[in-house]
């Protein structure tokens, strides 16, 4: 590029694009990737990145070549580009082969401005050979984080880019996506082979987004979901829901209140292009779908996402939640999420992830002659679900060599070590997201850092269930009864004693006889939105199991003595009613005490019935399960997360880490 790039790249943004300014961050992305620079540009979805490669291969000539995995998306870029009077198509696997074919003359011929492929593309014997004999003038990899093993979408074909993208240079890389963490950004650049490429990262906060989390139980979120979209101002809307069938269900009892119909990849093709156009379209208010749909769908217009249970991954939520808005209007982002939400993707982890013994078992049966799958199943006497799962990722971690055929042979000894690294990634995917969904700290501030947005200011957005509790939707906030608030005064003067106080002690000690875990944790969220104490993450080791809880400390504002008047507490809402006949409970506590609760005797019963079956599996005494003492305490505490439930007495960490689950799903089932 000659000194004048600068004022071209206007030009052509100008005269070519119809725009008549860069957004935010744009220039200095094209400019870089115009001069011949690598470029890893991560930046939210609707910010603008698909001008970033765009422009600059204009302004180099010659074809711009685009790796994407999302068909949709494909469609939808090739559409708008030649509407704007540029040369452009696609190759995947949706286009007839004639098709294809002619596509690849076109490229040849110097007659194509951009082409977009499939990364599979890349596998087929002959096809990057045919991209080398006329080289692109820029490579664009979309849905870069997809390279990564450690991103929340990883696709195995764009492994092969590493392979590829030698014989395509000189032509400068840009990679780019909208969800990657810095070690994901390390790896794409790695796995790209571009250690020089020049990063940008930023644009993280979203400035027109409100977002909520709202802990509640799953029976409750279809008529808050309701709720919401009955506003007019909350439409058009998508509704993430975990399942198939929850997707369904949801969107014909939607369906009754305005248009919306159901979207995921189980509905045949023509009916979801029909859906996807109706809401493109406008004649669909809202979509009730997985997370198959939304991928490269450009639709400026919609006001909220509501996520209905807790997601997989926090990158993979802001994705989703990024779809809102695009517009600059003001719109809205819920999440609806319980305890159960994590138990649920833990159930699914552990299926696609199996344990490395599993995959021992198959890696040891291997040896260099190649073998049927079928005659492994019959050697290990394993479930072909089973099998498959274990070879897919011994597959993927080099373990196991399999051809298209399925036929096996053994790989590397050292798939091992990768492989639980990338067990225990998808579990911290797991707590990021959680942590987020329960910390009490500004929702935009917690993505920000999560993205390592170096550039943010750092300051809370303002615009959130935390920063502005009493401009929620979901949320419903009320100003504090006097007993409330000489509760808040009492906490305060606590904290001013011993600050820094473990919450859970802090409750035990000091209020556990005048009010439920469930009020105390109200009094606390509502200290820390009206910014006079802050919750810190700690933790301890014990029985070689960390435990985690938190702190919390005075804020300066809390030290002054705050007025309490116009703290918001939250409006909860009412659990079912359970007929009650009081049980008195006198047991030893070890300490010449006695405990009295009052407790629901459908309860004990539930937890007799648990703890006699758990008995007759192990063939011990039901008192080795669990005592009656704690079985009592168990059921007046009646648990319903992990910290709850370690803090009941004749409870350890090797009896959380065997049974909590099943004692949280059983409390879970009764409300």
Known sequence: ????????????????????????????????????????????????????????????????????????????????????????????????????????????????????????????????????????????????????????????????????????????????????????????????????????????????????????????????TERLLQEPGNRPAIVYAPTRSQSEELAERLATGFPAAAYHAGIPARRRAEVQDAFLSGDLDVVVATIAFGMGIDKSDIRLVVHTALPGSLEGYYQEIGRAGRDGEPSRAVLLHGYGDRRTHEHFLQRDYPEAGELRRVHDALDERSRPRTHLEVQLGMPEETLERCLDQLWLHGGARVDPDESVTRGDDDWEKPYLAQREHKLGQLAHIGSFAQNRSCRMLQLVRHFGDLEDSGEPCGLCDICAPFECDALRFRKPSLAEAADLERLLDILRRSNGSASGRLFRDNFESSMSRDEFEDRVAALVRAGLIDERQDSFDKDGRTIEFRRLFLTAAGRAGAALEDVPIAVRSPKPARRRKPIRVVADDGAGESLEESVAPEVVESLREWRLQEARQRGVPAFRILTNRTLLQLAAVQPRDEDTLLAVRGVGPAFARRYGSEILELFGRLD
């Open 1 to 224: 590029m000659t000194s004048t790039a600068p004022a071209r790249l206007e030009k052509l943004l100008h005269d070519r694009f119809g725009f008549a300014a860069f957004r935010p961050y744009q220039e200095a992305v094209c400019r870089a990737t115009a001069a011949g620079d690598d470029v890893l540009l991560v930046m939210p979805t609707g910010a603008g990145k698909s001008l970033c490669y765009q422009l600059p291969g204009i302004a180099l000539g010659g074809t711009t070549l685009v790796i994407s995995p999302l068909i949709a998306l494909m469609d939808d870029q090739v559409g708008k580009l030649v509407q704007a009077g540029f040369r452009a198509e696609r190759i995947h696997s949706g286009r007839p082969r004639d098709e294809s074919r002619r596509v690849c003359r076109d490229y040849l011929d110097g007659a194509l401005d951009f082409l977009y492929i499939a990364p599979e593309r890349l596998g087929v014997p002959g096809f990057p050979e045919l991209l080398a004999r006329r080289k692109p003038c820029l490579v664009a990899v979309d849905e870069a984080h997809c390279i990564s093993h450690w991103g929340h979408d990883f696709r195995p074909d764009y492994r092969m880019l590493h392979q590829r993208l030698p014989s395509l240079r000189p032509a400068p890389v840009i990679a780019l996506t909208a969800t990657a963490t810095p070690l994901v950004q390390d790896d794409i650049v790695q796995q790209l082979a571009t250690p020089e490429a020049r990063r940008f990262i930023h644009g993280f906060r979203r400035t027109n987004i409100f977002v909520e989390s709202v802990e509640t139980r799953a029976a409750e979120r279809a008529p808050l």
